[in-house]
């Protein structure tokens, strides 16, 4: 068997040019956002079991921190898709809020002392539903306003959250409502399957759903081309308005859902708890390495961005820093993100 040398001769400059050869697979992984953020988390991992030997690296830390951190993955789940595509959604904690609200509210009024402490599953349900409903609603308006509507996704999002989280207020006169299921604490909020919290399993299954939405399917491949250029997206066909409805949709959905989860873990619609859930869910999106430009972004990425902050938190609560370390610390990871995002895309650009 003899090899073609034109053939050999064309392959060799092709790959002499560096612009078709193929990278080695460590190659890739060292040029990958994700990798460098996942070695950030694990430096941290590193730094805080060292500074607290046998306290940091134990099974209830990582546990209280998976818990701790899965209402707020679900929220960052629906902001990666929002983000990638050029936006911003900074009503989704009040949404959050509010879908709550619904579902206790409506739990409440199908009781029949009017607490909901004693309902059942079938009471639990109807609670489900009315608060995925009501987080999907105001992820449709945002749609609305947004793609159909156009006006700018800031002004909009920061209108719906305070109207959502004024109609929160609204629906129960300032105050939160502590009747919930018991029923609904004990299994969702605090139950296990084979030793894993139901409240962490939700949220992986979520996340896996939202990995394979965003990286294998044409709703994915969508999102990208949108927030890449969407004029260039519009003139390829793709129908850029309903695409955008369907994702800030899709973001007032996991609103609802995280909503009716943080109800189950709380026991309590914990409104003041949830005030800046929005700027968390941005913060932990961005330090994933999603362009706040759009165009670029992954889910694994954002799961190790949730979890930055998280592990700052419980490293600095564990070596008794205080708290205003914690927020500087936090503000300057989120900046350092956004910095090598910039950079990113200036050495892309000048290709």
Known sequence: MTTDPAKSTVQSDVDGTGGFAKRSVGARLVSANTFWIALVLLAL??????????????VFTFQT??????????????????????????SVGSVLIFAGMVSAKTMEALSP???????????????????????TVWGLINGLLIAVAKIPPLIVTLGTMGAALGAAYLLNNG???RSVPTALNNTLGYGTWFGIPNLVLVAAVITLIGAWLLHTTKFGRYTYAVGSNAEAA??????????????????GFLAGVAGFMSLAYYASTTISAH???NLNAIAATVMG?????GGIGSVLGTVIGVFIPAVLKKGFNITQVPDFWQMIAVGAVLIAAVWFDQRRRRLRNSR
Request: hydrophobic content about 50%; some cysteine.
């Open 234 to 251: 519009r003139r390829s066909g793709i129908g850029v308005t309903a695409h955008l409805l369907k994702v800030y949709t899709l973001t």
């Open 45 to 58: 991992c590193v730094v805080f079991t060292i500074a607290a030997p046998g306290e940091f690296a134990t």
């Open 289 to 293: 390495g999603t362009s706040l430009f």
């Open 275 to 277: 005030t800046t859930d």
């Open 113 to 135: 002392d009017g607490t909901a402490t004693n309902a059942g599953w079938g009471v639990i349900s109807v609670g489900l539903l009315t608060g995925v409903v009501a987080g």
């Open 175 to 177: 105050s939160d409502v």
């Open 65 to 90: 921190l998976l818990i701790e951190t899965a209402v707020l993955l679900v929220l960052s789940v629906g902001m990666t898709f929002v983000i990638i595509t050029s936006g911003i959604d900074l």
